[in-house]
Antibody
């Protein structure tokens, strides 16, 4: 059964950075891309970007272009999302999700809560 | 960027009712439209992809239609386990986006 297991909750101060990990199992990691989606408390889903796990190509949402970096470690089948210069409105649950690069997501991680507070 | 608008934002219906959710794109997206179901406290789950293709394991009471800019998700007979928020997503081009969501409740 395909699984995406994300790292645990984080509490950060404004201006700091956070890195969320997403470890994939039970499929060939480089056969599918990974998207990152976030959800602020009580709000809808917001697409942040995706990474092609085969060649490392990325596409970021314009809103996050300057502050986000998505990477992978194919040796451990793990994807990472780093968000910099955190603000209080970055408080959200961050999800990784598997899909063909640039396409819909068929498996999702459990989500990682990132809370930004002074 | 392509904006996705869902309507209604919420609805309440009785068990057994036919429920329809609409998603409109700000420009044509062909059939690159997908639907997700999210229950409280859970990650989203893929329901329908490429407008009308049912994801494996999803009950056949769910169906999808549309093309271009206007799309619908229909639940033919609402069940208690369908209480959730439903999101559409477009994957036309490189900048993906979601609709604002439709919360479905039982009357």
């Amino acid at each position: 059964q395909v699984q995406l297991v994300q790292s645990g909750a984080e509490v950060k101060k404004p201006g700091a950075s956070v890195r969320v990990s997403c470890k994939a199992s039970d499929y060939t990691f480089t056969s599918h891309g990974i998207s990152w989606v976030r959800q602020a408390p009580g709000q809808g889903l917001e697409w942040m970007g995706w990474i092609n796990t085969y060649n490392g190509d990325t596409e970021y949402a314009q809103k996050f272009q300057a502050r986000v970096t998505m990477t992978t470690d194919t040796s451990t089948s793990t994807a990472y999302m780093e968000l910099r210069s955190l603000r209080s409105d970055d408080t959200a649950v961050y999800y990784c999700a598997r899909g063909l690069t640039g396409s819909f997501s068929d498996f999702w991680g459990q989500g990682t809560l990132v809370a930004v507070s002074s | 960027d392509i904006q996705m608008t869902q309507s209604p934002s919420s609805l309440s219906a009785s068990v057994g009712d036919r429920v329809t959710i609409t998603c409109r794109a700000s420009q044509s997206i062909s059939t690159y439209l997908h639907w997700y179901q999210q229950k409280p406290g859970e990650a989203p789950k893929l329901l329908m992809y490429s407008t009308s293709r049912l994801q494996s394991g999803v009950p056949s009471r769910f169906s999808g239609s549309g093309s271009g800019t206007d799309f619908t998700l229909t639940i033919s007979s609402l069940q208690p386990e369908d209480v959730a928020t439903y999101y559409c997503q477009q994957t036309y081009g490189n900048q993906l986006s979601f609709g604002g969501g439709t919360k479905v409740e039982i009357k």
